[in-house]
Nanobody
Framework: QVQLTESGGGLVQAGDSLSLSCAASGRTFSMGWFRQAPGKERKFVAEIIWSGGTTYYADSVKGRFTVSRDNAKNTVYLQMNSLNSEDSAVYFC???????????????WGQGTQVTVSS
């Protein structure tokens, strides 16, 4: 069992930046970020593969968000720039043991951290 602990959420203004982090208790194949706005389904945001650092992004965040990793700390980061109100959501960290599609195959989830962007 891998435990994931997120941190870094908060309230920011539109156009601001914010960074999230997710510390994992063990190593997996990859880690990802999802977000869920009130009344909406949870959606994929980004993924990074531990070995090699390959990254994937949702179209809605490409060019604004960057996912990175620190192998020594077993920690993944999500740097979010040019935030807007549509980015407001609870952000969840996830991890999976095997490759899969962006929507399926995630084995472990964090508790979530709130990001609110005021316009």
């Amino acid at each position: 069992q891998v435990q994931l602990t997120e941190s870094g959420g908060g309230l920011v203004q539109a156009g601001d930046s914010l960074s999230l982090s997710c510390a994992a208790s063990g190593r997996t194949f990859s880690m990802g970020w999802f977000r869920q706005a009130p009344g909406k389904e949870r959606k994929f945001v980004a993924e990074i593969i531990w070995s090699g650092g390959t990254t994937y992004y949702a179209d809605s965040v490409k060019g604004r968000f960057t996912v990175s990793r620190d192998n020594a700390k077993n920690t993944v980061y999500l740097q979010m720039n040019s935030l807007n109100s549509e980015d407001s959501a609870v952000y969840f960290c996830a991890a999976r043991r095997l490759p899969g599609t962006t929507r399926r195959g995630w084995d472990y989830w964090g508790q979530g951290t709130q990001v609110t962007v005021s316009s």
